[in-house]
């Protein structure tokens, strides 16, 4: 019943900028923490950024300064708005939501491409 939906990835030029979107269902979207991830090939599944239901936000070390996560509990999405990216950022981006009761859901992820 819980869905998350994420979009907006897509093929960028180095120093270019690219705007994910995760859309959730199911549950009380205001209440609930949201996250970041991205994966490449042959790497570990790391964190990108984070949100909580205050709206206090953290970033891994590589996206500071140039990414920004943010919500819309009235459109149940939370953002995540990426600048001068780089090619080390090409990733499967995915969307994690956790609930009030501390129960993860993920999306099925998005491709972002940093590429010349």
């Known amino acids: 019943q819980v869905q998350l939906v994420e979009s907006g990835g897509g093929l960028v030029q180095p120093g270019g900028s690219l705007r994910l979107s995760c859309a959730a269902s199911?549950?009380?979207?205001?209440?609930?923490?949201m996250a970041w991830y991205r994966q490449a090939p042959g790497k570990q599944r790391e964190l990108v950024a984070t949100?909580?239901?205050?709206?206090?936000?953290n970033y891994a070390d590589s996206a500071k300064g140039r990414f920004t996560i943010s919500r819309d509990n009235a459109r149940n999405t939370v953002y995540l708005q990426m600048n001068s990216l780089k090619p080390e950022d090409t990733a499967v981006y995915f969307c994690?939501?956790?609930?009030?009761?501390?129960?993860?859901?993920w999306g099925q992820g998005t491709q972002v491409t940093v590429s010349s």
């Open positions: 994690k939501m956790t609930t009030f009761w501390f129960v993860d859901y």
């Open positions: 199911g549950s009380i979207f205001s209440r609930n923490a």
């Open positions: 949100i909580t239901s205050g709206g206090s936000t």
